[in-house]
């Protein structure tokens, strides 16, 4: 069992930055390939960003490409979600995943509580 905790929501105004932590407990976190995803109110949950256990492969969603930066500290346990140039659109529950396999990623075993980001125009 893998525990994530998610922290460092909050409300910023457009072109503002924030970043996102997960943190991990439990099992071992290094194995694990990590996702970001979003809800948004009243739309469906879409994939942000993921990381391969080892750091060396990316993938983001075409709409933060350039804006948000995914990273992991395996030391920490933890994975980070840097955003920028924050828009309104990006308002929505934050919330990362655990994967063992990479082609899961957008399925994760495991799952944070969220934590909510408001972008204010």
């Known amino acids: 069992q893998v525990e994530l905790v998610e922290s460092g929501g909050g409300l910023v105004q457009a072109g503002g930055s924030l970043r996102l932590s997960c943190t991990a407990s439990?099992?071992?976190?290094?194995?694990?390939?990590m996702a970001w995803f979003r809800q948004a109110p009243g739309k469906e949950r879409e994939f942000v960003a993921a990381i391969t256990w080892a750091g060396g492969t990316t993938s983001y969603a075409d709409s933060v490409k350039g804006r948000f930066t995914i990273s992991r500290d395996n030391g920490e346990n933890t994975v980070y979600l840097q955003m920028s140039s924050l828009k309104p659109e990006d308002t929505a529950v934050y919330s990362c995943g655990a994967a063992s396999m990479w082609a899961r990623i957008n399925d994760p075993t495991y799952w944070g509580h969220g934590t909510q980001v408001t972008v204010s125009s």
């Open positions: 439990g099992r071992t976190f290094s194995p694990y390939n």
